[in-house]
């Protein structure tokens, strides 16, 4: 498999100063490619991440990270960590942000065209910030903004795998933060809005069920639908 870097979708909500890289955060973009892309190119959204990695496994360097300086993007918001060696706060100071192209990795599947971006990215990466050489400096926008409703990379990111094919050794654990009865609320929700959908209905009913069919779901349900959904999966975690 080749790999290219698309590095002309630049987003100008960043901070152009280098940072110390002492971490690396996955996120999902809860939307497709091209929206995330005009996200991020858009300054009144004051967002963007540093890298973004399509489903085809295509890689954009949105904020430069992967040569000179890397700047300080505007990823992670209000977040903190703990290790043994101190209390981490407001993760934008020293991370690099990358996210997946899925559009809720609660339940959605991640590609293997993504794992391997993710890999070869991970070994270049590596080789200019000896921070992420530990595993341990490797976290999901979860782990350190769950406590305000962040709920990516989510359940279906494989975290072993993951580390099985960046790191030897004992893989440190990370678990998904959504709690499975409110996971299953959504999938509930996001099956009556395919039936909506497919009835061109304006208005769904969350209480009627219908089958979960995934090869619909990304097809029939809008960016719009995909965003106010997963902002609500959020708001439900974090009320």
């Not at 559009?103 to 921070?131: C, D, I, P, R, W």
Request: proline share 4%.
């Amino acid at each position: 498999m080749s790999f290219v870097i698309h590095r002309k979708k630049k987003s100008p909500n960043h901070d152009p100063v280098g940072i110390a890289v002492e971490f690396l955060v996955i996120h999902y973009t809860a939307t497709s490619l091209s929206r995330t892309l005009a996200l991020f190119q858009d300054p009144s959204s004051k967002a963007s991440s540093h890298l973004v990695i399509d489903r085809d496994g295509a890689v954009y360097e949105i904020v430069p990270c992967l040569d000179g300086p890397c700047f300080r993007a505007w990823h992670a918001g209000e977040s903190y960590w703990h290790t043994k060696e101190r209390n981490w706060k407001r993760f934008n100071d020293f991370s690099i942000g990358v996210e997946l192209v899925n559009k809720n990795g609660n339940l959605f599947e991640y590609t293997t065209q993504q794992y391997h971006s993710l890999k070869v990215l991970m070994e270049k990466l590596k080789k200019h910030y000896a921070a992420l050489e530990n595993p341990e400096r490797i976290l999901g926008h979860e782990h350190i903004a769950g406590h305000r409703g962040k709920i990516d990379p989510g359940h279906c990111f494989n975290w072993p795998l993951f580390f099985q094919m960046n790191y030897s050794g004992k893989a440190p654990l990370r678990k998904a933060v959504l709690p499975d009865k409110q996971r299953q609320m959504f999938l509930d929700i996001y099956q009556t809005l395919i039936r909506n959908r497919e009835q061109k209905e304006s208005t769904f009913d969350i209480k009627k069920r219908v089958t979960y069919n995934k090869d619909y779901l990304s097809s029939l349900i809008t960016d719009e639908d995909w965003m106010r959904l997963n902002q609500e999966m959020e708001k439900s975690f974090s009320s």
